[in-house]
C-alpha cells in the first residue's frame, strides 16, 4: 500500500526525522493563512501517489502568503503527468503548503527490503533530488548500501560509513546519523517495505532535513496496522483494482495490455501472460481468482475485466485441482449475459469437474471459444482480440 508524502512525513517525524514545517491546505485561502503561519516563503506541493511531481509542474515555491494562494489554485485539481503517472495523469485532489528550505545540498536516502539478502538494506547517494533508477542505470558507483542484521539493528558503524560516503562530516554526523537511525526505527515498526527521502538536504544553515518522503507497506503486514491502513486513499488507487479488492477478489492488477486473463493459481496466471506475449498479445491484467467455488466471484471478476475498455478478448485458463470446473463455467456463462459488450471469451478449462463444466458451455449454445492446450488458448485468444479490435 502507498501513502501521500504528507503521510510519509508525519510517521517519520513522530521517529524523530527532522522534516520541514507545514500541513496539508484545503483553499487558497487555507494556503494562504499556512503561508502567513511559516513566515510568508513557502512550497505549494501536489500529493499523488507518484513520483517526479516536481518536474511534472506539481512542486511550486511561493514568496508571499498571496503567491502561495494563487499557486494553489494552479495545483489543486491539475491533472499532473509524472514519468511515473503515465500520459493521463493523475489528479491532484490534496495540496501540501510547507516551509521553504535553504538547500545546500540534496542527497539520497532510502530502507527497503534486500530480497536476496533476506534482510533490511539502507542505501544512500550523493545524487539526490534525481531519479534514483537513472543514477542506479549509469552511476550505481554513486549509489552506497549497507546490509543491516535485523536482530542487532541499524548500527552506528553502518551510520557513520554512509555518512562518509555522503560527505556528512563534522558536525552534520551527528544530525544525520539521528536521521538514518530513526528512518530505519520507523521502517521496521511500521512493516514497510520502502521508505524513501529524495531529496535528503543539508540546509545552509548546516540542518540535516527529510523534504520528501515516500513510504510503501508490505500488505500482509497491514491486519497489524490499522492506523496505516486508514491512511488509504483510494482516489489514487485504480478503480477496477479498488472494485476488485471490495468484492473479494484480491489478486487483480491492471494492466495495459487487450487481452484480459481468468486464472486460477499465481502461478498459472504468470505463465498464461507469458503465453500471451509469446503468442504476441498483452495481457490486460493479472488475476489469480484461487479456489474460488463460488459462481458470483466468477461473474464479477469477469464483469471487472470486460468493463476494461481496451479488453477486446478475455483467456480463461483454470486447471481445476480444489477449484471445480462447472463452478467456472457457470460464471463464464452467467458473465457473459450480463456484460455490457460482447468480449469473446477463449476457454482452456482442464481438472475437477471438467466434462460437467464442458456439458454446460455446450448447451448454453454461447460462442466460447475452446481450447485443450495453454499455446494454442493463448493463440486464439490473440487472434480474437485482433478480430475484435
Ligand atoms: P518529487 O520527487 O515528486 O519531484 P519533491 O518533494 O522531491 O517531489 O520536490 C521536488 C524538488 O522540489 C526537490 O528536489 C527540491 O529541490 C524542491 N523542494 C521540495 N520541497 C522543498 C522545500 N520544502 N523547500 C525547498 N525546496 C523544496
Ligand atoms: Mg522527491
Same mark, same amino acid.
Given at each position: 500500500m502507498k501513502i501521500h508524502e504528507f503521510q510519509a512525513k508525519q510517521i517519520i517525524a513522530g521517529f524523530g526525522v527532522a522534516v520541514p514545517k507545514g500541513r496539508v491546505a484545503k483553499s487558497p485561502d487555507d494556503a494562504k493563512a499556512v503561508a502567513a503561519e511559516l513566515g510568508g516563503k513557502v512550497v505549494v506541493k501536489a500529493q499523488i501517489h507518484a513520483g517526479g511531481r516536481g518536474k511534472g509542474g506539481g512542486v511550486k515555491l511561493a514568496n508571499s502568503p498571496e503567491e502561495a494562494a494563487q499557486v494553489f489554485s494552479r495545483i489543486m485539481g491539475m491533472q499532473l503527468v509524472t514519468h511515473q503517472t503515465g500520459p493521463q495523469g493523475q489528479k491532484v485532489k490534496t495540496v501540501l503548503v510547507e516551509e521553504q528550505m535553504p538547500i545546500e545540498r540534496e542527497l539520497y536516502l532510502a530502507v527497503l527490503i534486500d530480497g536476496a539478502a533476506g534482510r533490511p538494506v539502507m542505501m544512500a547517494s550523493a545524487a539526490g533530488g534525481m531519479e534514483i533508477e537513472e543514477v542506479a542505470a549509469?552511476? &550505481?558507483?554513486a549509489i552506497h548500501r549497507v546490509s543491516i542484521d535485523p536482530v542487532t539493528g541499524f548500527q552506528p558503524h553502518l551510520a557513520r560509513e554512509l555518512c562518509f560516503a555522503l560527505g556528512l562530516?563534522?558536525?552534520?554526523m551527528k544530525p544525520a546519523t539521528q536521521l538514518m537511525t530513526s528512518l530505519y526505527d520507523a521502517f521496521m515498526a511500521k512493516d514497510a517495505s520502502l521508505a524513501e527521502i529524495n531529496p535528503l538536504v543539508v540546509t545552509k544553515d548546516g540542518r540535516v532535513l527529510a523534504l520528501d518522503a515516500k513510504m510503501n507497506f508490505d500488505d500482509n503486514a497491514l491486519f497489524r496496522h490499522k492506523e496505516i491502513e486508514a491512511? $488509504?486513499?483510494?482516489?489514487?488507487?485504480d478503480p477496477s483494482e479498488v472494485e476488485a479488492s471490495e468484492k473479494g477478489i484480491s489478486n487483480f492488477i491492471k494492466l495495459t495490455g487487450n487481452i484480459g486473463c481468468l486464472v486460477n493459481g499465481a502461478g498459472l496466471a504468470m505463465a498464461t501472460m507469458d503465453a500471451i506475449k509469446f503468442a504476441g498479445g498483452e495481457p490486460a491484467n493479472f488475476l489469480?481468482?484461487?479456489?474460488?467455488?463460488d459462481v458470483n466471484k466468477v461473474v464479477d471478476a469477469l464483469l471487472i475485466i470486460s $468493463?476494461? &475498455?481496451?479488453?477486446n478478448a478475455i483467456l480463461v485458463n483454470i486447471f481445476g485441482g480444489m477449484a471445480r470446473v462447472d463452478i467456472i463455467a457457470q460464471g463464464i456463462i452467467e458473465a457473459q449475459k450480463k456484460m455490457a459488450k460482447t468480449v469473446p471469451v477463449v476457454a482452456r478449462l482442464a481438472g475437477t469437474n471438467v466434462e460437467e463444466g464442458e456439458r454446460l458451455i455446450r448447451e448454453s449454445g454461447l460462442p466460447v471459444i475452446r481450447a485443450e492446450e495453454l499455446g494454442e488458448a493463448a493463440k486464439k485468444a490473440v487472434e480474437a482480440a485482433k478480430a475484435a479490435a
Open positions: 549509469k552511476t &550505481p558507483e562530516t563534522g558536525d552534520l491512511l $488509504r486513499d483510494k482516489d489514487e488507487e489469480d481468482i484461487a479456489t474460488a467455488n $468493463r476494461d &475498455p481496451n479488453v
